[in-house]
């Protein structure tokens, strides 16, 4: 099914943040933002499961600063995050979408020197983005004033709760200020029953949003290349590195396809071959026992294999 495409401009955007997201050089919204970014801006509360790579750092930053109120002076969002290195590279992707708004975002993280950051806190910023130890650290010290925060976003959920700092959350939530008009986004790549509980503790009626891996802006796919002598020799090392997975290898002509086959089938792999001189009841044979895992290796020809769907695909050689 076609998904329908929401623009940016079809959002409640104001032009100030929607000139900011033009200059990022973000064309249209990927889906966790097509579907967060409205529901955010409706006041809702968002549970969204979505990995690093779909643009869920902007899925929550533009609704954020969209809802910041420029006249008020204290901190109205507060994001927790696992690392510093996230914290700072949010406090990077907000300050970027308030550029025009004049929001300001500060990152605030163990490992630096607090006292510097103690002073940025006093100096008045509208945007936190913390890791959870330094965030208590400042909260027992009162040099954070959370009362006034309206938006709280949870990023990478499940790795917080991995890393153990889920009393630390518990901890600042129980110091933003509660009530009806809080608004709370979750964002996890898993729900473990730990975050499942926090979300119903604390969130109101959420909406959840989810999003699959074949949806990433970035996919995450090693690329590697090897030196070799002898190809095929090279392949068959590759082959044997790990003991399962499916295997897509491309060719450049369709004798190459052919070949290929045939050697690997004398050493005992599992292989098939797709190209154009095939029947289609070939084709699709070939293609039903690829999937089915009856063949471990599809060797193609690129045209003939342009658009095929299949799933957990370990290695495309
Ligand atoms: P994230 O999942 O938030 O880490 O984002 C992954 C990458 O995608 C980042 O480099 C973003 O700047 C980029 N990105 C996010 N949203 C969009 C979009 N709508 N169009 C193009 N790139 C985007």
Redesign the pocket.
């Known amino acids: 099914m076609e998904e329908k495409i929401i623009k940016f401009e079809d959002m409640q955007l104001s032009k100030k943040v929607l000139n900011a997201v033009r200059d ?7 889906p966790i ?1 097509a579907q967060t970014i409205p529901l955010a801006l409706e006041g809702h509360d968002v549970i969204g499961q979505a990995q ?7 899925a929550f930053g533009i609704p954020t600063i969209e809802q910041i109120d420029e006249k008020n002076k204290y901190i109205q969002a507060l994001v927790l995050t696992p690392t510093r290195e996230l914290a700072i590279q949010i406090a990077e ?1 907000f300050n970027k979408i308030g550029k025009y708004k004049r929001v300001k975002t500060l990152p605030v993280y163990g490992g630096q020197m607090i006292d510097r950051q103690i002073r940025a806190l006093r100096f008045g910023v509208k945007v936190v983005v913390g890791t959870p130890g330094r965030l208590i650290d400042h909260i027992r010290r009162n040099t954070i004033k959370l009362d006034h925060v309206k938006m709280l976003i949870l990023d990478e959920a499940d790795e917080m709760l991995d890393m153990g700092f889920i009393e630390d959350i518990e901890e600042i939530m129980s110091n933003v200020a509660q009530g009806e008009n809080r608004q709370t986004l979750l964002f996890s790549a898993t729900m473990p029953a730990p975050i499942e509980k926090l979300a119903r503790s604390y969130m109101h009626n959420p909406q959840k949003v989810m999003i699959s891996r074949e949806q990433l ?2 996919p995450s796919v090693d690329q590697l290349y090897f030196e070799t002598r002898d190809k095929f020799e090279g392949l068959c090392r590759v082959l044997d590195i790990e003991d399962s997975g499916k295997y897509i290898i491309f060719c450049r002509t369709k004798k190459n396809v052919d070949d290929l086959q045939a050697s690997l089938q004398v050493r005992g792999y599992m292989a098939g071959s797709l190209h154009g001189d095939m029947s289609q009841a070939q084709r699709d044979r070939v293609m039903r026992r690829f999937r089915e895992g009856k063949l471990e290796i599809l060797i193609a020809t690129d045209v003939a294999a342009r658009g095929i769907d299949i799933d957990d695909i370990s290695h495309v050689i």
């Open positions: 990022m050089g973000f064309e249209e919204p990927s933002q690093t790579g779909t643009g869920k750092t902007a992707e802006t970035v």
